[in-house]
């Protein structure tokens, strides 16, 4: 396997600008990369807005973080591209986990009657709404934490985004839960 060739020596430059806050760096390298991004995106997502919203993710990323481009690995070209592509497989990933149903509650135990069978649908039932009804991040980062059994750790790799978001999504969904679960008078 050949060894990644060197950026261009503009390349080089964007990257100074960028991380010296040059908002026209930023503009130059919009202009030369967004039809690029854009269509990496829609092709992977299948989707317009999916596309838009990548595109600028790669962008907010870039200007956020310009040092996290190395030109000694790559062109600047290939960074993005790459970046663009993985933004784009995440968001496909997290449209699969949120078109996926929730599982069905277990039915209740025999020995407890029908009338306890009844109340546990009922509760399950408003959970399904209450958890639906979060934002989407706080909403998968509870599905994968408390329906899969994954650690904090394991649902900030599946999600992509760093432990302590991670955990702060599981920490403020359940908190949301639980609000809303108390107004409704589920819970005291």
Known sequence: MDAPRPAPAGDEDLRARLAAGDEQALGEVYDLYA????????RVTGD?????DVTQEVFAGLWE??????????SLRGWIATLAHRRSVDWVRREARRRRPLPEPAPAAAE????????AGELASRMKESLNALPVPMRD???????????????????????????????SG???????LEREGLFP
């Open 35 to 42: 039809p690029l991004v854009y269509g990496l995106a829609r």
């Open 48 to 52: 317009r807005e999916a596309a838009h």
């Open 65 to 74: 973080r310009p040092l996290a481009f190395d030109p000694g690995r790559g």
């Open 112 to 119: 407890g009657g029908a009338d306890e069978a009844v109340l």
């Open 141 to 171: 980062a509870l599905e994968l934490a408390y329906y899969r059994g994954l650690t904090y750790r394991q649902v900030a790799a599946a999600l992509g985004i760093p432990e302590g978001t991670a955990k702060s999504r599981i920490r």
């Open 174 to 180: 359940l908190a949301r839960l639980g609000d809303r």
